[in-house]
């Protein structure tokens, strides 16, 4: 069973950054995409950015990027999110995921929640105007 533990999200005034971190923990396939999600109040989730671990490629939502970044340190089994330049609509929820298997060797990260297997219990970011 794999766990994903979020962290370091927290109150922030517009325009500011955060480090949003996600440990992983517990057995991963080989081939594993990872990607950050967001949920704002009354709105349905969204892919914010992902990556796929045979390659290190990314992909990040228009609406971030530019601002955010998307990382891993392999040695802490642990992928960061990097958040600059935040602004009031950057608040929400936010989750890191992960998937396995060979489609994540075969095709490149996927934005799309549903495609994601284990999911951590999310931090809240709240950018103040």
């Known amino acids: 069973q794999l766990q994903l533990v979020e962290s370091g999200g927290g109150l922030v005034q517009s325009g500011g950054s955060l480090i949003l971190s996600c440990v992983v923990s517990?057995?991963?396939?080989?081939?594993?995409?990872i990607g950050w999600f967001r949920q704002a109040p009354g709105k349905e989730r969204e892919g914010v950015s992902c990556?796929?671990?045979?390659?290190?490629?990314?992909k990040h939502a228009d609406s971030v990027k530019g601002r955010f970044t998307i990382s891993r340190d392999n040695a802490k089994n642990t992928v960061y999110l990097q958040m600059n330049s935040l602004k009031s609509e950057d608040t929400g929820v936010y989750y890191c995921?992960?998937?396995?298997?060979?489609?994540?060797?075969?095709?490149?990260?996927?934005?799309?929640?549903?495609?994601?297997?284990?999911w951590g219990q999310g931090t809240q970011v709240t950018v103040s105007s």
């Open positions: 517990g057995f991963t396939s080989d081939y594993y995409s």
């Open positions: 995921a992960q998937y396995g298997g060979i489609s994540a060797l075969q095709a490149p990260c996927s934005m799309v929640g549903g495609r994601y297997d284990y």
């Open positions: 990556m796929k671990s045979s390659d290190g490629s990314t």
